[in-house]
């Protein structure tokens, strides 16, 4: 799960400041964040909707009453690179801005705000992007 003693404590620290607790969740992306009940129309028109760079998925709640929902992902910076036809030997600012690019654009049509950073505790060379409803 964690790479060593920092990931882990980079993770802790991660759901202490922004007051979410893991769940294990067995629904989908954009139907889960924006609290579709399951057989809605929006639940099934979205069921296999999937962000840019989906991978290493985390759901988070908020731990006092639920209502703030945030999906984070880490996909490896090579990869990000690779599937928007950047050298994964390029600046790593440049692969940031693409990602943040293509998050935003993937967040605005679906009514989500998002955040692209590399403060990713899954991996050192994975960035960290985070999905939550507006």
């Known amino acids: 799960m964690y790479r060593d003693a920092d990931d882990q404590m980079m993770y802790e620290e991660y759901k202490r400041r922004e007051k979410l607790q893991e769940m294990v969740l067995h629904g989908t992306f954009l139907p889960w964040l924006h609290r579709a009940a399951s057989g809605s129309a929006f639940a099934k028109e979205n069921e296999y909707v999937k962000?840019?760079?989906?991978?290493?998925?985390?759901?988070?709640?908020?731990?006092?009453?639920?209502?703030?929902?945030?999906?984070?992902?880490?996909?490896?910076?090579?990869s990000v690179a690779n599937e928007v036809g950047v050298s994964p030997e390029d600046d790593e600012a440049k692969i940031l801005?693409?990602?943040?690019?293509?998050?935003g654009e993937f967040a605005t049509q679906h009514g989500l705000k998002v955040k692209v950073s590399r403060d990713s505790w899954y991996h050192r060379d994975a960035i960290m992007i985070e999905y939550e409803k507006k």
Do not use: T
């Not at 801005?97 to 998050?103: D, G, L, N, P, T």
């Open 97 to 103: 801005e693409v990602a943040k690019r293509i998050s």
């Open 51 to 78: 962000p840019p760079f989906h991978d290493h998925a985390r759901y988070f709640a908020n731990s006092f009453q639920g209502r703030r929902r945030v999906v984070v992902i880490h996909p490896y910076l090579a």
